[in-house]
C-alpha cells in the first residue's frame, strides 16, 4: 500500500486516472479509544459500517473487543480477523442456518430477536442451547435521526410483555435493544427511547440484563453539526442507572459511523465541467451512493499545488462515471470557482458506508488505496474541536 502525508501528497505523485480510497488508521484508532474510555459501558462496532478487515484490527488495538455483525459472512469475517472478538449476531430476523453455524461453528451466544418466530428458530438452530444471551429488539422513534430505523425492526411496546417473558425463559442473559436511527442529532434519542424499554420491562416484570442502545451515534457533516458526544454518553447513563435492571445488568452499544467515518475518505479526477456541474470518476455505484440517494453532503476540497481561489466558492453537483442519469450527487458541494477539468477533488468522510456500498457497475471501481497522515476533514474527536464542545457539557450538565 502506498503511503503519504497527505491526500496532496497522493494526487501529485501518483496522478491517478481511477479514484484512490486514502486511509487513516490513526482517525479510526482515536475514535475507538474515545468510546472504548468514556462511554459507561461496551462498545460492539457495527461492522456493516465498514467491513475492512485492516479497520477491524485497527479498532481491535485500540480497545474495541465486541463486534456487531449481521449476517453470517460477517460472521465469519470477524472470526477469521479478530479470532478472540465477542461477536453479537443482531439482525433480528436470520436464516436458521446461519444461527446453527454462528452458534456451532463460531461459538456465537448473542442474538437479537423481535418475534416469537425468530425465538423459536434460534431455540430450534441452537438444539435449545441454555447458554444463550438473547436481545428482544423493541421499536423506538427515529424523530431525531436523520435516516429513519424505525419501520422494519422492533417489536411494538403493546406487544412486547409476551415476547419478552417467553425470552426470558429461554435465555441465560436477557437483554432489550434499540436503534434511535442512523445519524442522531440529539441525545434526547436515547433518553426518549430508554423511557420505552422502562415501559416494557414494568409491564413485563422480567429481570434484564443487558440494555443495547444501538448505534445512532452522529459524525461531523457539512449541515449536521451534532452536540458533543459526551452529551450522548451522560444523557444514556444517567437514563440505564434510573431503570429497574438487575444490579450486574450491562450497558451496551452499537456506533458504527461514528468509529469508521473519519477512517476514509477518496480522491476524485475532474473529467469534465459543464457549468456548476463536475463530472467525476466515482459516484451513486461506487463510494458516493449515499451522496446520491438520500442527499447526503459531505466536505470537499480540492488538491492543487498552486493556491486556489478560495474567496469565490461556488455550489457544485456531481455526476459519476457511469451512463446512468441516476448516477447524480446534487449536493451542493462548496468549491473554487475556478475548478477545471483535470483537477483533483478529496472527498471526505467516506469511511462509513463508502467502500463499504461499492458496486463494479459499468466497470468502475477503484483498486488503489493509500495510507496519508494528515487529519480528516472533519471530526468530533479533534482536541481542538473537543474542548470547547467539552466545555459547553459541563454548562448544560449544570
Excluded at 496532496?8 to 479514484?19: D, Q, S
Excluded at 490513526?26 to 460492539?44: D, H, I
Excluded at 451512493?289 to 478560495?310: C, M, Q, S, T, Y
Aim: negative net charge; aromatic residues 8%.
Amino acid at each position: 500500500m502506498h503511503k503519504h502525508p497527505s491526500a496532496l501528497g497522493v494526487a501529485t505523485a501518483l496522478k491517478p486516472a481511477a479514484p484512490v480510497t486514502l486511509i487513516r488508521p490513526q482517525a479510526a484508532a482515536r475514535a475507538a479509544r474515545f468510546f472504548a474510555e468514556k462511554f459507561p459501558g461496551k462498545s460492539l462496532y457495527a461492522v456493516k459500517a465498514n467491513p475492512s478487515p485492516a479497520l477491524l484490527r485497527t479498532l481491535w488495538d485500540s480497545g474495541i473487543t465486541h463486534y456487531d455483525v449481521a449476517s453470517i459472512a460477517e460472521v465469519r469475517l470477524v472470526a477469521d480477523t479478530l479470532p478472540h472478538a465477542k461477536l453479537c449476531f443482531m439482525h433480528p430476523v436470520k436464516a436458521e442456518e446461519a444461527i446453527a453455524e454462528a452458534y456451532h461453528v463460531y461459538g456465537v451466544k448473542t442474538f437479537s430477536l423481535d418475534t416469537m418466530d425468530e425465538l423459536e428458530k434460534i431455540a430450534r438452530a441452537t438444539n435449545g442451547a441454555t447458554d444463550l444471551e438473547l436481545c428482544v429488539r423493541l421499536r423506538v422513534s427515529s424523530d431525531h435521526a436523520q435516516l429513519s430505523l424505525a419501520s422494519k425492526f422492533g417489536v411494538d411496546l403493546a406487544d412486547a410483555k409476551e415476547l419478552l417473558m417467553a425470552t426470558r425463559q429461554v435465555a441465560d442473559a436477557l437483554g432489550i435493544c434499540f436503534h434511535v436511527g442512523s445519524q442522531a442529532m440529539s441525545p434526547h434519542a436515547y433518553t426518549q427511547a430508554i423511557e420505552r424499554v422502562r415501559a416494557a420491562i414494568v409491564d413485563a416484570a422480567v429481570t434484564v440484563d443487558i440494555i443495547d442502545v444501538g448505534g445512532g451515534f452522529p459524525s461531523v457533516y457539512p449541515g449536521m453539526e451534532p452536540p458533543a458526544l459526551e452529551l450522548y454518553f451522560d444523557a444514556i447513563h444517567r437514563a440505564f442507572e434510573s431503570l429497574p435492571v438487575s444490579y450486574s445488568s450491562e450497558l451496551w452499544c452499537e456506533p458504527g459511523r461514528a468509529l469508521s467515518a473519519e477512517y476514509s475518505s477518496l480522491i476524485v479526477r475532474v473529467e469534465r465541467r459543464r457549468g456548476d456541474e463536475l463530472y467525476i470518476n466515482d459516484g451513486a455505484y461506487g463510494a458516493l451512493f449515499d451522496a446520491a440517494h438520500i442527499g447526503w453532503r459531505f466536505p470537499v476540497k480540492l488538491l492543487r499545488e498552486e493556491p486556489a481561489n478560495d474567496e469565490e466558492m461556488t455550489p457544485f453537483s456531481f455526476y459519476g462515471p457511469t451512463c446512468d442519469d441516476m448516477d447524480h450527487m446534487a449536493g451542493p458541494f462548496l468549491l473554487p470557482a475556478d475548478v477545471r477539468t483535470g483537477d483533483y477533488i478529496e472527498i471526505g468522510m467516506l469511511g462509513a458506508y463508502g467502500c463499504a456500498m461499492r458496486t463494479g457497475f459499468n466497470g468502475f471501481t477503484a483498486e488503489t488505496c493509500a495510507e496519508v497522515e494528515d487529519a480528516p476533514m472533519a471530526s468530533l474527536y479533534d482536541e481542538s474541536i473537543a474542548a470547547p464542545r467539552r466545555a459547553n457539557v459541563v454548562q448544560l450538565i449544570k
